[in-house]
């Protein structure tokens, strides 16, 4: 798709030195060719005539590819994408992170006109509502956006000890986006890996004491924030658990421990981890539920991620089963994962799983 026309056909360094000079604001977007939502700004936001209106009368917008430009993107740390970072005078004024509809964009040029910036609105929010976890959340990540570590760090680090005392529902988001968050974090600032070492530490299970779910995962996840997941390898090694009847524990163990064992290629190992591997598969078809009330853009996208995984998930099931001599389980989800999806290429993924 061809770059929406509102942006100007400049190297960021010239247009950084034309708008200081006309003292104008310039708009940097940082895109790529396979950012979805990069993309859905393309096709909506930036060709929007109440955005274009806007922008010719307040600013000069160019737009970056990372990959094209990864000396600029490098310069300007961007870190996820799309990115839209505002300058006035040759510094950096504001940004706001990830996918901005027409009005969340045009709500943050008219707040820029004010003096106000991102980080000015959600302290006041989070400050107003401490404890609203998606406001403190948002806040969390526009200071680690906008490089002020110390206090994102501690934004972050009280949303994974707090957040489920005021949110219980967040259990996945802390331990899925939170803990990428703090991956992120502890990476450029070794006082955040500090405080994960020391929680990672409290939460460790304990030679032949009886296992736990809730500190368990925490351990699990620390350990891939610290990026340290051979610890978890080699308690897998040492203690052999299983789940014994456990549902809680079991989905536990096979969502922390398999990927790790199938990263090693130890895919017997991963097949004895699959407490009911007929659920596991729903789990996956489940996933195009999940459209209902997407735009339809993104349905699109989403349908062909959900169908794809589905494919990819059977496969990788019915190989780990056949490895671990659980043929018979195997045999059901080749059969049932035909029933959801009929397709030749639901075939072939089978087929090359059963001669693996």
């Known amino acids: 798709m061809s770059r929406p026309a509102i942006f100007a056909d400049l190297e960021f360094d010239a247009a950084l030195a034309k708008t200081a000079a006309e003292k104008k604001l310039l708009l940097v977007d940082a895109t790529a060719s396979w950012c979805g939502p990069c993309n859905t700004m393309d ?11 806007a922008l010719r009368e307040k600013a000069l917008a160019i737009q970056i590819d990372v990959d094209e430009k990864s000396d600029v993107a490098k310069k300007l740390n961007i870190m996820a994408m799309p990115t839209v970072i505002a300058f006035r005078d040759g510094v950096e004024l504001d940004r706001v992170v990830g996918l901005q509809r027409r009005e969340q964009l045009l709500e943050w040029l008219d707040g820029l006109a004010r003096g106000e910036t991102t980080l000015d609105r959600q302290r006041a929010a989070s400050a107003a509502k401490p404890n609203d976890m998606q406001a403190r959340m948002s806040l969390a990540k526009s200071l680690f956006a906008a490089g002020k570590l110390d206090e994102a760090a501690k934004e972050f680090v009280w949303l994974w000890e707090h957040v489920l005392e005021h949110e219980p529902a967040m259990v996945g988001v802390r331990h899925s986006y939170l ?38 995962a925490d351990w699990f996840s620390l350990n891939h924030a610290l990026g340290e997941n051979a610890r978890v390898v080699a308690w897998f090694d040492a203690s052999h658990p299983r789940a014994n009847g456990d549902k809680k524990l079991a989905w536990l163990l096979e969502s922390h421990l398999v990927p790790l064992l199938l990263e090693a290629n130890r895919w017997a190992d991963a097949g004895t981890l699959f407490e009911a591997p007929l659920a596991t598969l729903e789990s996956t078809a489940e996933l195009k539920q999940q459209m209902k009330g997407l735009p339809p853009e993104v349905a699109d996208q ?55």
């Open 302 to 356: 989403f349908r062909e991620y959900a169908t794809e995984k589905l494919r990819t998930d059977a496969a990788m099931l019915v190989r780990a089963l056949r490895a671990a001599n659980r043929d018979d389980d195997a045999k059901a989800v080749a059969a049932e994962a035909r029933k959801l999806d009929d397709s030749a290429e639901m075939s072939a993924a089978l087929r090359g799983a059963e001669s693996a």
């Open 43 to 53: 096709r909506t936001t930036w060709i929007d005539a109440a955005v274009i209106d």
């Open 179 to 216: 803990v990428g968050d703090l991956e992120r974090v502890s990476a450029l600032h070794p006082p955040t890996r500090e405080a994960l070492v020391r929680l990672r530490d409290a939460a460790a299970p304990e030679s032949g004491a009886t296992l736990d779910a809730k500190p368990l």
